[in-house]
């Protein structure tokens, strides 16, 4: 029986004296497996390695004299373009597809489109993205990717772009931040499927499909784990219309929330304290403002019940103070927190309007605890961004 070794990306086997690798989306990988298996000689497992490097040899021969469009073409075993040899993880995936007989005409065009883009940075790194966000390439060589948009169709952040479907959207490539370490910034923003839930979520939002073609793609932020992008162009070709229904049934709003109520106000005065709760941040906040109405109430403290982190605190400039009985000390008050409380197990932190200390909201041991309260907090502070950081870096941000 082989020595061998199995990894995540493959199996190495011990044959001729040297470990010999086949790696998962190899042809021969079920067949090694199944020879291992079924206790196969390290001769007979070399037999299917070779064989499987013949078929890809075989492959790349039958295209090497072969144009798969007027500019692409397989030439020894590497993919070019107009005769210059292109090295990218494109290219890489074309070779691959070639024994798995796939049509490369859609890779070729989608070549060819990349290829005019002047960014160096989006030409070696736009194909990992769009594997990455699982983003299909279209026929004509394009990409589909996804947008939320306003009940109208209007853009989010400015409501000046029309998003129906049929129109192309576009803005001239100088004004796109085309900066990668700038998260939120100037252009046309789409994005992954999974990246949508990031976005601003109006009940009545919508999410649109849009067709880019890779020459107008400007910038990949770098803290989106390669799932969102700034374009100079992109056309609407269709509306995901289950995604609010499926949103709904996944991030309801009583989701964070207890079984009774999400948000309790602590109330501290003469006379008046205790709690209260609120279904919604917007409902706790102008109950808070209610009672800042009342002369003999001194504070208010808005807090997530979730957490236990503290969201907003209000004191009373109007509050007449205690009345004190000649023979009783003064009633104990409670203690006011005029910082956040944030636990050390919870590293996800929820910022509202900016990434200072002073505009944190939240703090959450879960990333998608803490993207489902920022969500809300955005429903609640429409206009203002909302950023979800981690360990330092800024993870996502709604209304960016």
Do not use: W
């Amino acid at each position: 029986m082989a020595s061998y070794i199995q990894t995540n990306d493959g199996i190495s086997v011990f044959v001729d004296g040297s470990l010999k690798s086949v790696s998962r989306d190899s042809l021969a990988y079920p067949q090694v497996v199944a020879a291992i298996q079924r206790g196969a000689t390290p001769e007979e497992i070399k037999g299917l390695m070779a064989s499987d490097l013949d078929k890809v040899t075989d492959a790349v021969e039958a295209l090497k004299d072969q144009r798969i469009t007027d500019d692409v073409a397989i030439e020894g075993g590497t993919v070019t373009f107009k005769s210059v040899a292109v090295h990218n993880t494109l290219t890489a995936r074309m070779l691959r597809q070639i024994r798995e007989g796939f049509d490369l005409k859609p890779m070729a065009r989608f070549l060819e489109n990349l290829m005019q883009n002047p960014s160096y940075r989006a030409v070696q790194d736009l194909y990992s993205f769009l594997e990455y966000g699982k983003m299909p390439i279209t026929e004509d060589g394009c990409f589909l990717a996804y947008k939320k948009v306003r009940s109208d169709y209007r853009d989010i952040r400015t409501g000046t772009f029309d998003n129906s479907v049929g129109q192309v959207v576009s803005m001239p490539r100088n004004q796109v931040d085309e900066e990668p370490d700038r998260t939120c910034s100037h252009g046309l923003h789409v994005c992954s499927f999974d990246y949508l839930a990031s976005y601003a979520s109006a009940p009545d939002d919508r999410v649109v499909i849009c067709k880019v073609n890779p020459r107008d793609v400007v910038a990949i932020p770098t803290d989106y784990h390669n799932t969102k992008m700034r374009v100079s162009r992109y056309e609407v070709v269709g509306e995901l219309e289950s995604y609010q229904e499926e949103r709904r049934n996944r991030l309801a709003e009583r989701e964070i929330a207890t079984a009774e109520f999400a948000f309790e106000l602590r109330i501290g005065g003469d006379g008046v304290e205790g709690t209260e709760g609120r279904e919604t941040l917007r409902e706790a906040a102008e109950r808070a403002e209610e009672l800042m109405e009342c002369d003999d109430v001194e504070y208010v403290t808005i807090v997530n019940k979730t957490t236990g982190v503290q969201v907003e605190h209000y004191s009373n400039p109007s509050f007449l103070g205690y009345e004190e009985d000649e023979e009783d000390e003064p009633a104990e008050r409670a203690p006011v927190v005029s910082e956040p409380v944030l636990p050390a197990v919870n590293p996800y932190r929820v910022y509202l309007g900016g990434e200072s200390p002073e505009h944190i909201h939240g703090a959450f041991s879960k990333f998608d605890m803490a993207m489902r309260y920022a969500t809300l907090l955005y429903s609640e502070h429409t206009g203002q961004p909302i950023f979800v950081m981690g360990d330092g870096k800024t993870l996502a941000v709604i209304g960016g």
